[in-house]
């Protein structure tokens, strides 16, 4: 099956710095990638969909100046934490979806903020 | 608005056979998928309904009534393995992707 590769996999950082995670579908073209965040024991919550050259659409209540998302190719999408605070620490996911409509997840990145 | 349910916990025995259930409503509907998760990991694809039905896969089996708003995920022969979480999310009209809140699945001897 098609593959998304997401890196880092686990990222730790000084409160106030920026991380970039990386989200890549290895053997097809995503034309849109989405952004999941998940808090311990809860499920997956949908921070935005990126759509490759154009502007990311974000979810109520996320901000779009903190989590900044660029899809510039149909192959790559990144999501920089910025100005990271302790309570951005979560476990991030990126998936996308392939033309046949069918929906593949990256291996998530466990961000930390100290 | 988007409203998906299923439980939050169950417990089933090694080898017997244990039904998720999932509610939803949702503006629109294009599909409904089932996802595993284990702790710390991604989520992994089970299944996908669009028509109302039930489709085996292996030991999973998933079912959907659109009229009734309902699916459940049917796991047989259960094994130690399987004890994780099991997401239900639905495509919505606009082709977005909403999860329910997980169901964690413990198997036990």
């Known amino acids: 099956g098609a593959v998304v590769s997401q890196h880092p996999s686990r990222v730790i950082c000084k409160s106030g710095t920026s991380v970039k995670i990386e989200c890549r579908s290895l053997?097809?073209?995503?034309?849109?990638m989405f952004w999941y965040r998940q808090f311990p024991k809860q499920s997956l919550m949908l921070m935005a969909t990126s759509n490759e050259g154009s502007k990311a659409t974000y979810e109520q209540g996320v901000e779009k100046d903190k989590f900044l998302i660029n899809h510039a190719s149909l192959t790559l999408s990144t999501l920089t934490v910025t100005s990271a605070h302790p309570e951005d620490s979560s476990f991030y996911i990126c998936?996308?979806?392939?033309?046949?409509?069918?929906?593949?997840f990256g291996e998530g990145s466990r961000l930390t903020v100290l | 608005g988007q409203n998906i349910d299923q439980p939050t916990e169950m417990t089933a025995t090694e080898g017997a056979i244990v039904q998720i259930n999932c509610t939803y409503q949702?503006?629109?509907?294009?599909?409904l998928f089932w996802y595993q998760q284990h702790a710390g990991e991604a989520p992994t694809f089970l299944s996908y309904?669009?028509?109302?039905g039930l489709e085996e896969k292996g030991r999973f089996s998933s079912f959907l009534s659109r009229s009734k708003g309902y699916s459940y995920l049917l796991l047989k022969e259960l094994q130690m393995k399987d004890s994780a979480s099991y997401l239900c999310?639905?495509?919505?009209?606009?082709?977005?992707?909403?999860f329910g809140g997980g169901t964690r699945l413990m198997v036990k001897p």
């Open positions: 998936s996308a979806r392939e033309y046949s409509g069918e929906l593949f």
């Open positions: 309904n669009v028509l109302d």
């Open positions: 949702t503006s629109g509907f294009n599909g």
């Open positions: 999310a639905v495509n919505n009209a606009g082709n977005m992707l909403t």
């Open positions: 053997d097809f073209q995503a034309t849109t």
